[in-house]
C-alpha cells in the first residue's frame, strides 16, 4: 500500500494496467469473509478510487477487467489470461509499482480465470464504469464482442443488463464501415450470435427506445402544489390514498397532475386534479400513479435501463443512447423482422436526431413489406399497442402497458398494409 500511494501520477496508469485485473482475482467470497483480508482490500481499491478520479487522462485496463468479471463461463478466452496466486502472494504482489517483472507474469498467466462471483461483479462493474468514458472509440469498440459474449454466457440477468447498460455507452461512437460487406464483418459478433441472446439484447434496446423522462410541472402548478401541502394536515402513517397537494401521474394521458382534493368513498375515492392546461378533472385512483412508468415498459424494464442507483438519465444521455441504438440497427445487416419494432419506436420519438434515423431506415425497407407476412412479428407489434396481460404474468413489475399513442399510430399505419389471412 505504501509503494501504491508514493505512485507518481505519470507512472499510476502503467502500475494500475496491472494491478487492477490481479486485485479482482482475490475478491472471492472466502477472501471476503476474512475481515482482515477485506479491510486491507477496501483499502487499496478507495486509493485506487481516489487517484483515478483525480487523474483526468488516466486510462484503466477495460478489456482485461471485463475479461476478469466474465470469469472461465465466457466463450472466448484469449492468450493472455490472469493468474490467480495464493491470496498472500496476490496481496503483496498489488503493492508492487508495475515494473517489467510483473508484466512478464501477467503474459505467462494461465489461459484458464475463475468462476465469476458477485463481489468481484461489482468491484469490476464500478472500474467499467469509470474506465469507459475515458477509452478511444477504437478501444470502446473492441469491448463489443466482450460484452455481447458476457450476455450470452452470463446466468445472471443482473449481469446482463449491468453490460447491456455499459453497452449501451458506446454505441454512439463505433465506427461504422461504409462497405456493406465490412459491417457484416465488423458487427458478425451480434448479427451471427445465437437467437435467444439477440433476442435479449434487441428486447433491452427497444426498451431504452421507448424510454420517457417522467413529464414535469409548469412552474404555476408546482406552486399551487406547494400551497396544498402546507395547509392539507399529514396523515399519520403511510396514507393507501393520495393527497392534496401531491404530484401524481395521470396514465391516460401520460401527464404529471397535482391532485387538489380527495372525494371519500369508502374504499375506492376518487379525486379532483389539476391538469397541465390548468382544467380541472375528476377520476379514480386507478388511473393515477405515484411514480412515473412511461407508455410499453414494465416496472422491471424500466428498473433494469436505470440500474439500482434508480436516478433518471438526463434528456441529453437519453438521446444519445437512443441515436447510438438506431445507428447500429440501421446498418442493414439485421432482419427487418427483428428491428421493426425497434424503427416505430424511434420514429415517434419526440427527439428530432433519433426520429430522422429511424425515418431513414424505414424508407430503405422494401416496399413490398414481407416481414408483415410474419405472424410473430405482427403479433408482437399488436402486443405493443396493446400491452401485456396481466394474467400472462406472475409479477405485476413484469407487466408492461401499452405504448403511446404516437408508436401506437407509427405500428397502426404499418399493420394495415397486412396480407397475413389470420
Request: hydrophobic residues 40%; proline residues 10%.
Given at each position: 500500500m505504501f509503494r501504491l500511494s508514493v505512485t507518481k501520477d505519470e507512472s499510476f496508469e502503467?502500475?494500475?494496467t496491472i494491478l487492477l485485473p490481479r486485485l479482482l482475482l482475490v475478491l472471492t467470497p472466502k477472501n471476503w469473509n476474512n475481515v482482515p483480508l477485506?479491510?486491507?482490500m477496501v483499502q487499496i481499491f478507495s486509493h485506487i478510487n481516489k487517484r483515478v478520479k483525480s487523474i483526468s487522462n488516466i486510462k484503466l485496463p477495460c478489456k482485461e477487467i471485463l475479461k476478469v468479471v466474465l470469469g472461465n463461463t465466457q466463450n472466448e478466452t484469449k492468450k493472455k489470461g490472469l493468474q490467480t496466486a495464493d491470496t498472500k502472494q496476490?496481496?503483496?504482489?498489488?503493492?508492487?509499482?508495475g515494473d517489467d517483472e510483473d508484466a512478464e507474469v501477467l503474459d505467462a498467466a494461465k489461459n484458464k480465470l475463475p468462476a465469476p462471483n458477485a463481489v468481484r461483479t461489482n468491484f469490476g462493474m464500478v472500474y467499467l464504469t469509470l474506465g469507459l468514458p475515458k477509452l478511444s472509440v477504437l478501444e470502446q469498440g473492441e469491448l463489443l464482442p466482450l460484452f455481447v459474449d458476457g450476455v450470452a454466457s452470463s446466468s445472471a440477468e443482473e449481469q446482463k443488463y449491468s453490460l447491456l447498460r455499459l453497452m449501451i455507452q458506446i454505441l454512439p461512437g463505433v465506427k461504422i464501415p461504409t462497405v456493406i460487406e465490412e459491417r457484416h464483418k465488423t458487427f458478425r459478433f451480434l448479427a451471427d450470435c445465437d437467437s435467444t441472446t439477440r433476442d435479449f439484447i434487441f428486447d433491452f434496446l427497444l426498451s431504452v427506445l421507448l424510454y420517457k423522462r417522467p413529464p414535469i410541472l409548469s412552474n404555476a402548478a408546482l406552486q399551487r402544489s406547494k400551497a396544498l401541502r402546507a395547509t392539507t394536515p399529514t396523515a399519520p402513517g403511510k396514507s393507501a390514498f393520495f393527497q392534496a397537494g401531491q404530484v401524481v401521474y395521470y396514465k391516460a394521458t401520460d401527464e404529471a397532475v397535482v391532485v387538489l382534493s380527495l372525494h371519500p368513498d369508502g374504499n375506492n375515492p376518487y379525486y379532483t386534479i389539476l391538469m397541465p392546461n390548468g382544467t380541472e378533472k375528476q377520476t379514480i385512483g386507478n388511473k393515477l400513479a405515484a411514480t412515473?412508468?412511461?407508455?410499453g415498459l414494465s416496472l422491471n424494464a424500466k428498473n433494469n435501463i436505470l440500474g439500482p442507483s434508480k436516478k433518471d438519465l438526463t434528456q441529453d444521455v437519453l438521446n444519445n443512447y437512443k441515436f447510438g441504438i438506431m445507428?447500429?440497427?440501421?446498418?442493414?445487416?439485421?432482419?427487418?423482422?427483428?428491428?421493426?419494432r425497434h424503427i416505430h419506436a424511434g420514429r415517434a420519438d419526440s427527439n428530432n436526431i433519433v426520429f430522422e434515423k429511424a425515418d431513414e431506415i424505414y424508407r430503405r425497407l422494401q416496399q413490398s413489406r414481407p416481414e408483415l407476412e410474419n405472424v410473430s412479428l405482427v403479433r408482437s407489434l399488436l402486443e405493443m399497442c396493446i400491452g401485456d396481460l396481466a394474467q400472462a404474468k406472475q409479477s405485476?413489475?413484469?407487466?408492461?402497458?401499452?405504448?403511446g399513442k404516437s408508436v401506437t399510430l407509427c405500428v397502426t399505419n404499418a399493420l394495415y398494409r397486412i396480407i397475413v389471412i389470420f
Open positions: 502503467k502500475v494500475i477485506r479491510n486491507k496476490d496481496l503483496d504482489a498489488s503493492e508492487e509499482d412515473y412508468l412511461p407508455p445507428r447500429i440497427l440501421g446498418t442493414s445487416i439485421f432482419p427487418t423482422s427483428a428491428i421493426l405485476v413489475d413484469y407487466i408492461a402497458s401499452p405504448v
